[in-house]
């Protein structure tokens, strides 16, 4: 069988680990000399602000426009916004805060935008069909904005979320009808702390999936580690991408306290190519 692109190419790196140590502009210069062209950015200040005219912006847009990258997506971290807020003007304030989202994927030419689901109490959340509610609510007026930006938005499991399984996220996007620029990103590290088998979520999920996130993690700890240091048996998961011929990103998104960024980044592609000499990540 022909190897699915996501598996025949070098990956997509996210710029996570880079968060408080340099601008976007700067970390894409760093991979860029070690032979990365295809990248998802994080968006917070100083690594990214949501200005669009901001210095890195611009620099970052002037990249893409001359083709030297692509940019898959845009990724906000998921601790200060939330669109399942019982709070009537927190939600309101999120979505503003993702329509300045949506605007600047737009602007630097970010196909996709990652989206957190809102956020729950583990000790007491709202009932499931409130949080459902809430969240419509708000893809909805989000949708729009993203449709005419040429942005599709990616509803990504996590953990503290309000839909943390594919089967939440299917569930889901299946009571919307599924818009034509709505998706997911589905991140095996998440799924896996979630005390779910990566392999079934990415068959439940194949035919919507936009992106997937790779980091190892244990299910004792919720970590975004160097690929190798946790328990996610990758190989099962290449394997399987090849068999169902998917062909979006495949996102290296690690945050490591042991190494600094490039060289977290480098040891995880060096691991799934060891892990699967057959996988074709190149360097």
């Known amino acids: 069988m022909e190897k699915c692109l996501a598996t025949s190419r070098p990956p997509t790196v996210n710029t996570y680990g880079f968060l408080w140590s340099h601008r976007a502009d700067e970390a894409i210069g760093l991979l860029l000399e070690k032979g990365y062209r295809e990248f998802e950015l994080m968006m917070q200040p100083p690594h990214l602000s949501l200005d669009p005219k901001s210095p890195e912006a611009m620099a970052i847009r002037s990249l893409v426009s001359a083709g030297t990258l692509e940019l898959h ?3 906000m971290p998921s601790l200060d916004l939330n669109l399942a ?3 009537e003007e927190m939600r309101a304030y999120s979505v503003n805060m993702f329509c300045r989202q949506i605007r ?3 602007a630097l030419g970010a196909r996709r935008l990652v989206v957190a689901p809102g956020r729950v109490s583990p000790l007491f ?3 499931a069909e409130l949080l459902r509610q809430w969240l419509r609510d708000a893809l909805e007026a989000l949708l729009p904005l993203a449709r005419r930006e040429g942005v599709t938005l990616a509803l990504e499991n996590l953990p503290i979320a309000s839909l943390p399984r594919a089967s939440d996220l299917l569930d889901f996007i299946t009571l919307l009808d599924t818009p034509s ?3 997911i990103c589905y991140d095996v590290a998440n799924a896996h702390y979630s005390a779910e088998d990566p392999l079934e979520g990415i068959m439940l999920l194949r035919d919507h999936l936009q992106l997937l996130h790779f980091s190892d993690t244990r299910r004792d700890r919720w970590r975004h580690d160097i690929i190798g240091e946790g ?3 990758f190989q099962r998961i290449c394997d399987l991408l090849d068999e169902i011929g998917w062909m979006g990103p495949l996102v290296i998104e690690i945050i490591s306290s042991s190494s600094e960024p490039v060289d ?3 040891r995880s592609h060096h691991a799934l190519a060891s892990a699967r000499h057959s996988f074709g990540l190149e360097f």
């Open 73 to 75: 997506s845009l990724n």
């Open 85 to 87: 807020s019982a709070m």
């Open 104 to 106: 600047l994927a737009g």
């Open 125 to 127: 959340p709202a009932p």
């Open 181 to 183: 620029n709505l998706g």
């Open 231 to 233: 328990e996610i048996g």
């Open 264 to 266: 977290a980044i480098t």
